[in-house]
Structure formats: C-alpha cells, structure tokens
C-alpha cells in the first residue's frame, strides 16, 4: 500500500502541509532605518545621471547612453491618451533616483551590513536560498546588497552579477544585448530607467548548460519618495535553459514610490528562458514595468507573472518570436483590490515561420479594484503556419469592481491560425453560502474561490512560489471582507 | 444526545412570508421526513436554519441544544454541527473536493492548529470505502460538470466527512434516475445512527422507500398540518395532496 503522503501528494501537488516561510503583506510592511553613502538627491537632472555614473566608475559609453535616454525620456509624453490619468500624480521632482549603502554586493550573507541584512533575513531570503536557489542577488534600493552563485553553476560557466557589474566585467556580452530588445525611445519609461538604471540581474548561460535550479533576484524598496530601476539582461546561449525567479516588496508609506524597471531577455537558438515574478508592493507603488525578450529559432521564452499590491502597475510582458519554431508564452495572474490598478497583459510578436505563442491572463478583481488587460497579438501577412492561443478570464468579487479587455489581435495571411477566449465570472452569493455551510468563514469562502480561479495556473509554478501566491491571496481576501 | 428545536417559526422573504408558525423538534437518531406540495416552504424552512442571508426570521426561534442559532452567520452554525444538503450545490471552479474538505476541516480547528494531511486523508479515503465511491472522484472540482447523482454523492460524502449532528436534506431525490437514487440512499442509510439527526425534504414519497423515517410532517402553506409515522407518506401517495387540503378545509 503506497503511504498516504505519496496518495495525497498524487491529488494535490499545489497544496502542501507546512508552507515555506515566504513573504507576505505583513511581512513586507516594516522598515528599518539605514545610513545612505550614496545619495544623488531629490528631483532628476544631467547631474543625477552623471552622478549615478561615476558613483559607478562606468565608461563613457554607458554615460552617454544614459544622457541621451534622459533627453528621450523629457521629450516623450505621458501615454495618458491611452493609459489612466494616475500616472499624472507621480512627481518626477520629488522622486530620489539613487540610493546605496556601498557599491559592490557581498559574497557571503555575513558581510552585508547588519541593518540590511535583518531585512532580508525578515523576508526570509537566505533561507530560501539554502534551500532551493542555484544563486541570490539581494537588491537594496538602488544596489544589490548580496549576491551569490552556487559553486556548482558558476564552475559551468554561468554568470550571474547585477547590472554594474556585468558592464564593468563582461562588456564584451552585455553590451552586445543591452538595449537591443527594448531600445531607450520604446516608451517613457523605459528612457526613464535607461537614463538611471541601476541593479538588476544580468545573466549569461553558456550554450548547452541547463541550470537545474531557480536562480532567483529580490527588489526590496526601503526608502520613501524613491524611485527603484533595476536593469536585467538574460541571455540564454544555444540550447541552454534557465529559470529566474523575482520577488519584489516595499514599506507602505504615505508617499508614492515608483518602480520602473526594464527586462531584456535573449533565448538564442534551441534555448529556453522561464522568468517568474512574483510581486507584492505595498499600494503606494506606481510600478511600470517595461518586459520583453526575443526567441531565435526554435527557442522559447515563457512568462509567469503575478501582479499583487501596488498603486498601479502597468506591465504587458513580451515575446518577439524572431527565429522559425519559436515559442513565447505569457502567463498572467493579477489581482486587483481596492484602491488598485491591475494594467496588464501580453505582447506577442510573430517575426517568423512556425512561430507559437499563447497568452492566458487571469485577473480578479475585488472591491473598487480595478484590472485591465491589454493584448497585442501581430503576425504579418507573409508568414506561415504561426498559430497564436489567448485566453482572458476575469473574475469579480463585489459589484463595485471594474474590468475591461483590450485585445488587439493583428493577423494577416491565411496561412496562420489565431485562436481567442474572454470570459468574466462574478464570485455569487450562492457560492460563497455553499462554502460557509461547510463551515468556512466568508473571507476563507471568497479566498478558495480565488485560488480555485486561479489554480490550473498555480500549478505551473515552481511550489515555493505556487504557495506564496496562495498565501498572498489568503491575505487580500482576508482583508476585503468589511 | 443532541436536539434541534424548532418553535413557531415565521419567515419571510422582502415582505413575503413563506414559513407561518412551524413547530419541530427532532432528536439524534431520528429520521424525519417533511413532505408536501410544490411552494409550500419546505427548502426556505431548511435554508432558514442553516442560515441563508436572503431570509428573515420574522418570529420564533431555532434551537440547537438549547440555545438559539438565530443569531450566528451561517459558518458558524455550520461549525455547531448543523449540515445541509443542497439540493442545487454549487460549482467550485479549480477547488477540488479533497481541497474543499480539507479547508472545512481546517476552519473547524483552532487558530495556528494545523491539520495532520495524512490523518486526513486516511480518513477521507475511508470514508469513500465506506460509500463505495471511487478514489478519483476527490480529485474533480467540486460540483464542476458533476451529473445529478455525482452532485449528491459529494453532498453526501461531504456529510460523512464533517460528521454533524443534524442533516437537513433538500430535495435529495431531485434530478435522480433509479440507480443514482438507491446509491445516494444507500450512503445516507450507512451515515443514519444515534448520533445523527436527519430531516429529509421531498416531494415524492418514492425516496422513503429507501430511506425510511421515523415521523413523516405533511407541510402546507408554511405550517405543519399533519404528522405521523411512514404510514402517512404511503396513504399521502395514495390519496394525493388534496385530500390533506380538503381534510384542512373541513377542520
């Protein structure tokens, strides 16, 4: 007779006995106070750049790169015309662009400063890192605090730094990625980050190596009236495979908080890439976020991306599917609670023949929250046999909520095949009585139906991460019933 | 020894009443079974007392051991040990019956107290022997596509999972061929026994054939106008609903 462990794992591999110490909203609310030695002041001008800069000792190249996207960045407007008027109340002036306690990232947990590391030891961070990481990278506002590879990859030839450091150490790579996938003038704030950026992960796998475990990066916001910009770049050689994980909290402040970041990914021939993100701001956060990679052939890029907290986000993660056979994905989860704006979805653009790709975005939203999915969808006239699956399903929970589908699925040719489903469900009252007759409160009602929403995506999740989006949940839904 | 009492009980829908003075106590061990014509209260009565939010208790009151439940939310009786079996469940899209059960499990215990899975399993697993009902079937999502009979199986196997102290049984023979009837009969019959209040609702007196009660309760126009024992249901079938109004307009 098999143990009842193998039998219950067998019917519910999402659920799990004693859930790891992940992180969640109260967990995430607290700050301690830490002592800045760099600090380039409030409001943004050339001088903030070049302060950024040579804190950074960086070539010139890079500063002039970055006062360039300064100029783009001032002479592009607001997409208001299109996106929500909220974006109106952040206050560029106002915002601190750079902060950091010390300019190169430790090896080992015991070297970070005490008043940083009690933050991340809260946050449980170099516990999940013994456990289940192949490498951490720690950032502290504007830099990484920590950062570190297991032995075992690195011997492989894997990189794994933060940004300065990859320009500094490996520019030969980096420079030949950086930019290319999402140019400075994509949109504002991409030029706003190209002209401060600073952390963020950059990732080289060597082709054919295959990084058997997460390598994961967690963006920790500490200061009010700061502004976060961290710059990843992944580049997956042939045939090679890697998975990275992000994690992102904040304090809640009185103030609003801006992060802004940009994720470039490049998966060449037969590689894949799985980027997962987890995020749970605090709902002071204006979180707009610019996500693409390119697919040559026959290679894949896969999003996961789950949107909890923050003010609003606005995020369509991407996949220019470049090489034939390609395949781009984009799983999305976002919930949206009051006071909230969930402004997500999906980008897929068909630049060859065979090319795949399927997006399927879940949004939930409760109270006066708010969600949006926006979708682009583009193959041109002359390829053939891509085929494109989209599916949007929106569930509401109270009536006040609002939800609005944006999808805009450009196809020409006849030789392509483009499949799209929207549904919108509402939480009744039926349902939840069901469950309370069984003994469940109404916010522990509301909480499984959400999760069971959301469970056929959860279970592509690596576990740790499918249990703290659980857990997440638990927490909102706890906190929406009056 | 548990009891549940109910004493004149009015109740109403917006200005609409739809239960008019109903008076019941039932006992652990007894089977009572409450007929009577289609709109006469019979599923507001059984809804009321596990505590629907759509109703109004407009008089009376209801017992549970003595003190009334009027006042708890509808979980909270649950918890109590009050059961209903639904006669429409709803769906549970993504949420599996063992999950489902598991989270009812869970509610039920302290704050911090965590529940021993493989105990619970091996329980769930044994009650499913115990009702012949195949070990895929906690897998599905809870309702979701479900024909009629597998609907009420999982009512009844969510009953013999949370053991409580009085089933209210809606419409149970509802939407249900021969077999699924004697299936789903045959599981409330092995869940029966001193610990167990049941009160069954039904239309049709073809369910107590399979399941038989101790008193048979005709209901009419939100009161109780007849009691006995199963005879009552059989001479009911015979003789059809109106002679239980005409005997009401002669008395």
């Not at chain 1, 030695?37 to 903030?48: P, V, Y």
């Not at chain 1, 003994?439 to 139906?449: P, R």
Request: net charge negative; aromatic share 8%.
């Amino acid at each position: 007779m098999p143990t009842t462990d193998t039998l219950s794992n067998e019917l519910e591999p999402v659920t799990i006995e004693n859930p790891v110490a992940g992180i969640d909203q109260t967990k995430g609310d607290f700050q301690y106070d830490v002592t800045y030695e760099f600090d380039a002041g409030t409001g943004l001008t050339e001088k903030t750049v070049d302060y950024i800069s040579a804190v950074k000792k960086e070539a010139p190249w890079i500063r002039e790169f970055r006062q360039n996207a300064l100029k783009v960045f001032r002479a592009k407007p607001m997409p208001t015309h299109w996106a929500t008027k909220d974006l109106e109340n952040i206050n560029f002036d106002k915002i601190r662009y750079y902060l950091a306690s010390g300019q190169k990232p430790k090896r080992t947990w015991d070297e970070v400063p005490d008043d940083i590391k009690r933050t991340f030891e809260r946050l449980g961070i170099p516990e999940q890192e013994r456990k289940y990481l192949a490498g951490v990278e720690a950032q502290f506002d504007s830099e990484a605090a920590y950062s570190n590879i297991k032995d075992i990859v690195a011997k492989q030839g894997v990189i794994f730094v933060n940004s300065t450091e990859g320009l500094r150490e490996h520019p030969e790579i980096f420079r030949k990625f950086f930019g290319k996938v999402i140019p400075t003038g994509d949109n504002k704030f991409s030029a706003l980050n190209s002209a401060v950026f600073s952390g963020g992960s950059f990732i080289y796998v060597p082709p054919g190596v295959k990084v058997a475990q997460p390598l994961q990066a967690y963006f920790r916001i500490n200061a009010e009236n700061f502004g976060q910009f961290e710059r990843t770049l992944i580049i997956a050689d042939e045939g090679s495979e890697v998975t990275y994980m992000e994690g992102c909290t904040a304090p809640k402040f009185s103030t609003s908080t801006l992060h802004s970041a940009v994720v470039e990914l490049v998966a060449l021939k037969g590689a894949k890439i799985q980027y997962i993100t987890v995020q749970n701001w605090a709902n002071n956060v204006f979180n707009l976020v610019t996500k693409r990679g390119v697919a040559h052939e026959e290679a894949e890029i896969k999003w996961i991306d789950c949107n909890i907290g923050s003010r609003l986000t606005m995020k369509y993660p991407g996949v220019v599917l470049k090489g034939r056979k390609a395949r781009g994905e984009v799983i999305s989860i976002a919930l949206a609670n009051d006071g909230q704006h969930q402004d997500t979805g999906a980008k897929m653009i068909h630049a060859a023949d065979e090319t795949t790709s399927n997006i399927v975005a879940k949004s939930i939203s409760v109270g006066q929250g708010r969600s949006t999915y926006r979708g682009v969808v583009h193959i041109p006239k002359h390829l053939k046999g891509c085929k494109n699956n989209t599916e949007c399903d929106a569930l509401l929970i109270n009536t006040n909520s609002r939800t609005d589908t944006y999808p805009a699925i450009t196809v020409r040719g006849d030789r392509n095949y483009v499949q799209h489903e929207a549904s919108v469900s509402k939480v009744n009252e039926e349902m939840i009585f069901y469950m309370q007759q069984r003994g469940l409160t109404e916010g522990q009602a509301m909480s499984l139906a959400v999760n069971g929403f959301v469970n056929d995506l959860a279970r592509q999740f690596p576990m740790e991460y499918s249990v703290e989006l659980k857990r997440l949940i638990d927490l909102e839904m706890e906190g929406s019933v009056g | 020894m548990s009891s549940l009492v109910i004493q004149d009980l009015h109740v109403a829908i917006g200005e609409k009443e739809i239960v008019k003075g109903l008076s019941l106590t039932i006992n652990s061990g007894e089977v009572h079974a409450i007929m009577g014509p289609n709109g006469t209260g019979k599923s507001t009565l059984a809804k009321v007392i596990a505590g629907h939010p759509d109703y109004t208790v407009t008089g009376g009151d209801v017992l549970l051991d003595g003190a009334s439940i009027l006042e708890k939310e509808a979980d909270e009786r649950a918890r109590a040990g009050i059961f209903l079996a639904f006669q429409y469940p709803s769906e549970i899209p993504g949420v599996s019956i063992a999950n489902f059960l598991r989270a009812a499990q869970q509610a039920r215990m302290a704050e911090g107290e965590e529940l021993d899975a493989s105990a619970y399993y091996k329980r769930l697993y044994a009650k499913m022997d115990m009702l012949k009902i195949d070990r895929k079937f906690t897998s599905r999502s809870v309702n979701e596509g479900f024909s009629g009979g597998e609907k009420k199986r999982c009512e009844i196997l969510q009953m013999a999972m949370l053991e409580p102290k009085f089933a209210l049984m809606d419409e149970t023979d509802s939407g249900l061929d021969i077999d699924a009837l004697r299936i789903v009969s045959e599981g409330v019959n092995t869940l029966k026994g001193p610990n167990l209040g049941v009160l069954m609702i039904t239309h049709y007196q073809r369910l107590l054939n399979y399941i038989v009660p101790d008193f048979v309760h005709v209901m009419y126009d939100g009161r109780i106008v007849k009691s006995g024992d199963k005879s009552l249901a059989l001479e009911l079938e015979s003789k059809g609903y109106d002679w239980v109004k005409k005997e009401l307009v002669t008395a």
